[in-house]
């Protein structure tokens, strides 16, 4: 007895299985093709890199290049502005004092003032410190050669922006005598501050038209671990006296011998005849 034919489907005889056969799970086409080189994702490239992508960490032809690590000047400047109004102070404060006869004194005509710009307007005032660090100033006991002192300590910002640069006042006004020892006495005092050296030696100044010396010197200064350089100038008449240092993220990194003291001095001049008013 012959056996019977398997059932046959609405579309004829069931096929036979052909050479390919398809596995009951996964890629229907078999397994992934193997690249030319073993491990990288594309065919064709070598060392694994994304089509399209010079080897070897390059930039891809025309993207724009990673920007370069941001420099910490702007932070530097920032962060030096107050320490060097309190260097100033300290520097002006060794010559204060408020005992003594008036022998010898000059009649008090000038007193500093805190105007809204200076240098033609090219900084803009920022802060007035007379109440804070002028009175640290005005209670210091020092030098004999001052008398009926009133402090004077403002902040200056270029074009009202403090990141592009500052300039420092600590000044006071009143009576003075032996201006030149005065002088002197406030530069020792900015190199005594702590953080804070001289570098080279002070430099005196008689510009033309001014009526008082200048003196300039070179103040290194140590910040977030690194050393700063900036000028820092002074002077003393009869009724005034002030230290001036110019802080900008361009300057504080020069070498010392590249600060230009007399270019400073002339600045100090400018400063002085800005805020230097009659009583």
């Known amino acids: 007895m012959s056996t019977p034919p398997p059932?046959?489907?609405?579309?004829?005889?069931?096929?036979?299985?052909?050479?390919?056969v398809q596995p009951p799970y996964g890629n229907p086409y078999g397994q992934p093709q193997q690249t030319p080189y073993p491990g990288t994702p594309y065919p064709g490239t070598p060392y694994g890199q994304q089509p399209g992508m010079?080897?070897?960490?390059q930039q891809p032809w025309g993207a724009p290049a990673a920007p370069p690590p941001r420099k910490r000047r702007l932070g530097l400047v920032l962060g030096i502005v107050g320490s060097v109004l309190v260097l100033l102070v300290v520097a002006v404060g060794s010559l204060v004092v408020v005992v003594g006869s008036d022998e010898g004194f000059p009649e008090a005509k000038y007193q500093l003032t805190l105007p809204k710009t200076l240098l033609d307007g090219k900084y803009a005032f920022a802060q007035d410190m007379s109440g804070t660090l002028g009175r640290q100033i005005e209670r210091e006991s020092g030098a004999w050669n001052a008398r009926d002192v009133k402090a004077k300590v403002g902040q200056y910002d270029i074009g009202g922006d403090r990141t592009k640069g500052s300039l420092v006042i600590s000044g006071m006004y009143g009576r003075f005598k032996d201006t030149a020892s005065s002088r002197r006495s406030m530069m020792e005092g900015v190199g005594e501050a702590d953080g804070?050296?001289?570098?080279?030696?002070?430099?005196?100044?008689?510009?033309?038209?001014?009526?008082?010396?200048?003196?300039?010197e070179v103040i290194a200064q140590e910040q977030a671990g690194t050393k700063l350089m900036y000028p820092a100038c002074a002077w003393v008449d009869g009724n005034t006296g002030a230290t001036i240092a110019e802080i900008s993220a361009e300057t504080v990194h020069q070498k010392a011998e590249d600060v230009d003291l007399e270019a400073a001095a002339r600045t100090t001049l400018k400063v002085r005849e800005e805020i230097r008013q009659p009583l």
């Open 196 to 216: 804070a050296s001289i570098v080279g030696k002070p430099q005196d100044f008689d510009l033309p038209g001014a009526d008082t010396t200048i003196t300039c």
């Open 54 to 57: 010079p080897p070897y960490g």
């Open 7 to 20: 059932p046959q489907g609405p579309y004829g005889p069931p096929q036979q299985p052909g050479p390919y």
